[in-house]
């Protein structure tokens, strides 16, 4: 009888420590659960922090110069600020002017743009338009479209959206397209409609 009774205080007791443990592995399990949580939220609310503006410009008007001092294009735009995270500069309303004495004058505005540092790369986003006038040796150029690649240092335009664009008398739409104003090489990728209207014929005099 002392021996059944033995028997069953031990196995109380460790019925009681298994309770007891499993307890204590949930609180447990509970802390690490919630200080993983905090530090994720701390984590992202640092990182939010971290990628909110340093600075910004009202009204600017960036000019950039060419090595022999000669001014090549400028960037105005209404505001721009700079992110840290990525050191990238965001544009509302931005204005590319080429002011090259050896090309046509090309102008590229949007609604917004995103810029590297060195405005090497710009990217024009929503609402894109570009403009050539016409000139002696080159055809008035028009372009439309949500997204264009400006590389300014080369005169260049690329985007891989739709495009509607007008050559002198000649309209064009498609897919993709590659502009260089100084080489005037322009190339169209895929999908493309061009709309050509007939010259004019030169009737002999009587």
């Not at 990217?123 to 000139?135: G, L, T």
Request: neutral net charge; without cysteine; proline residues 5%.
């Amino acid at each position: 009888m002392t021996a059944l009774l033995r028997s069953r205080r031990s196995a109380h007791r460790y019925r009681l420590l298994l309770l007891l443990g499993g307890a204590v592995a949930a609180a447990l399990g509970s802390f690490w659960l919630l200080q993983v949580i905090q530090t994720t939220g701390g984590d992202d609310a640092q990182a939010s922090r971290s990628n909110e503006p340093d600075y910004y410009v009202e009204r600017f008007n960036f000019v950039r110069m060419s090595k022999t001092g000669e001014a090549r294009y400028t960037v105005t735009g209404a505001r721009m600020i700079h992110r840290p995270v990525d050191d990238t500069y965001e544009i509302t309303l931005p204005v590319i002017h080429s002011l090259s004495q050896d090309q046509p004058p090309l102008t590229v505005r949007s609604e917004r743009a995103l810029a590297v540092p060195d405005s090497s790369k710009i990217h024009m986003i929503d609402k894109v338009e570009a403009d050539r006038p016409a000139s002696a040796t080159t055809d008035h150029f028009h372009l439309k479209s949500d997204y264009v690649l400006v590389l300014p240092d080369d005169d260049v335009l690329q985007t891989d959206r739709a495009v509607d664009m007008t050559l002198g008398s000649a309209h064009m739409t498609g897919t993709g397209m590659y502009v260089n104003n100084a080489t005037r090489e322009l190339r169209m990728a895929q999908r493309v409609h061009g709309t050509y209207p007939p010259r004019a014929e030169v009737k002999a005099a009587n």
